[in-house]
């Protein structure tokens, strides 16, 4: 088969397609396994204060290197890219697996982040070169059934493992997974590449890693370790906003920016990265915090926690799959509306849930909220790819998945931020009967957490069940807010497929590049 713009790409598509969805797999379990998993190893190390970082920093890790990725493999191949960042998300799950404290479990997250950033773009850019548009709709179902099949599996291995086994071995489970993918893909998969000159944007980098990890952090920590309007809650985003603003400048001038700000010009790539952002921020509130709900409000095992947060995983594939019929028929817009329509229904009914509320309930919104997820994920993903040559094709998906990556990691912080500041709250002012009974800190929620409650004495774990409850219902009603600016942002997409034939160069770019920047 030979691909775009000079590069031939020799493949048996269906070997391929096999070994990309196994590398997605590990993206995917990875996900679905440590939300389950968190109560117990909060429970083990100690500092449910800092858990949200075990997101944050991944996420984090994995959002500002996807656009260095994906301009990597625009100049020199998909293919040792996604072999790099295998071999670097294997290399931190094992050291995950051995972390001996929060802070190097955190450290080591952010290792896996990093080899993230280049294994999710780059088979969704692969999956772009194999695959013309009407055909994507077809594959978009198998690769939304790997997160099927994940929203299953993974829970319930987290679960089993923190359960009866060890929470290590949730990340140990990686490895064979990323192996048969490895020998798939280096059996089948193969690419010629011509040649390029290129430069790393290492100033726009530098910029943008330390710009969006100020953000994070402050948000993490204001009103927990630092007031907000104190002297260093203000200052950490006013530095922050400085490296940002000198980012821009920076891109504005590099010849091979790690951040093309022309992509922020085109109204497809606009709308498709805003409503990537919010799908991530959804996304993650949603992983995070609805396994602590379910077992700190309701009293449950990680198991159920698990499989109650499945159901959102089982909502997003199947939405995914059958997504690829409609927006052929009605258009990529339209498909992406219907699902952020639902995705704030969703998110509105369970913010409306009582503390009489029931696993069964929770399963359900979560499996509303992934159909709307699923139906605004796919099509946004194939616009935005669509209105590109291959050249850039590796750069607009590796900008749409910093997208949902950076919304995802902005969006653990928010949702920490409120969860920490509640509960904090509610801690420095326990009742009469609680004084004295309980830990210092936000580490108290571990008695109610991985199945202490029953050695917990009632009042005390009423107080902090009830504690949970106000905590978690405050990210709910987030989680309403984020998915209603969902609609805003698919509305400022073309309407119509038609819009959407691959644009010149020129259009997207202005001025045409030097032969040599790329």
């Known amino acids: 088969m030979t691909g775009e713009a000079g590069v031939g790409l020799r493949s048996d598509r269906g070997p391929v397609l096999g070994g990309l969805m196994l590398a997605i797999a590990l993206v995917a379990l990875d996900t679905t396994i440590i939300s389950t998993a968190v109560p117990s190893i909060v429970t083990d190390l100690g500092g449910f204060s800092a858990f949200p970082w075990l997101f944050s920093v991944y996420l984090l890790t994995q959002a500002v290197t996807v656009p260095l990725y994906g301009r990597f493999a625009d100049m020199r191949g998909r293919r040792p890219v996604l072999f790099f960042g ?8 094992v050291l995950c697996g051995a972390a001996w404290n929060m802070p190097s479990l955190i450290v080591f997250r952010g290792l896996q982040g990093l080899g993230a950033g280049a294994v999710q773009p780059m088979t969704m850019t692969i999956v772009g070169d194999l695959y013309t548009v009407r055909e994507r709709a077809r594959v978009q179902g198998y690769v939304g059934s790997v997160w099927g099949a994940s929203a299953v599996i993974g829970p319930g291995i987290g679960g089993l493992f923190s359960q009866y086994l060890s929470w290590r071995w949730i990340f140990f489970v990686n490895l064979p997974i990323g192996a048969l993918a490895v020998w798939m893909l280096v059996r089948h998969y193969r690419e010629q590449v011509g040649g390029h000159r290129h430069r790393i944007d290492v100033a726009g980098s530098l910029l943008l890693v330390g710009g969006c990890t100020l953000v994070i952090l402050g948000l993490l920590q204001g009103g927990v370790s630092w007031a907000w309007g104190s002297p260093a809650g203000i200052g950490i985003f006013a530095v922050a906003a400085v490296l940002l603003v000198r980012f821009w400048f920076v891109e504005r001038r590099t010849a091979e920016p790690v951040l093309p700000l022309w992509v922020f010009r085109h109204r497809v790539l606009v709308g498709g990265n805003l409503a990537a952002a919010v799908v991530g921020a959804t996304l993650i509130g949603m992983n995070s915090y609805v396994p602590t709900f379910v077992q700190g409000v309701l009293g449950t095992g990680a198991l159920v926690a698990g499989f109650s947060l499945a159901a959102l995983s089982v909502g997003w594939p199947l939405a995914s799959a059958w997504s690829g019929r409609v927006y052929i028929r009605i258009g990529f817009r339209d498909t992406a509306l219907i699902g952020a329509g639902i995705a704030v ?25 992934g159909v709307g997820l699923g139906l605004s994920a796919s099509p946004t993903l194939v616009a935005v790819q669509s209105v590109v040559d291959w050249q850039r094709r ?19 912080a928010v949702f920490g931020a409120i969860v920490n500041g509640s509960l904090a709250a509610r801690l420095a002012h326990p009742p009469a009967e609680v004084v004295g009974r309980l830990p210092p800190g936000l580490d108290a929620t571990g008695l109610v957490l991985a199945g202490n409650s029953r050695t917990t004495p009632p009042v005390v774990a009423a107080f902090l069940r009830s504690a949970l409850y106000d905590a978690g ?5 987030g989680l309403a807010v984020v998915s209603l600016t969902a609609v805003l942002a698919v509305a400022l997409m073309p ?14 770019t202005g001025p045409e590049p030097a032969p040599d920047a790329g």
């Open 86 to 93: 295998i071999a670097l998300f294997l290399a931190g799950s």
């Open 345 to 369: 229904a969703g998110s509105v009914w369970m913010a409306l849930f009582g503390r009489s509320v029931t696993v069964w309930q929770i399963g359900a919104g979560c499996f509303v909220v």
């Open 394 to 412: 590796g750069v607009v998906t590796g900008t749409y998945m910093f997208s949902r990556s950076l919304g995802s990691a902005v969006g653990v």
């Open 473 to 477: 219902h405050r990210v709910f009603l």
């Open 495 to 508: 309407r119509r497929v038609t819009d959407l034939a691959p644009a010149p160069a020129a259009e997207l």
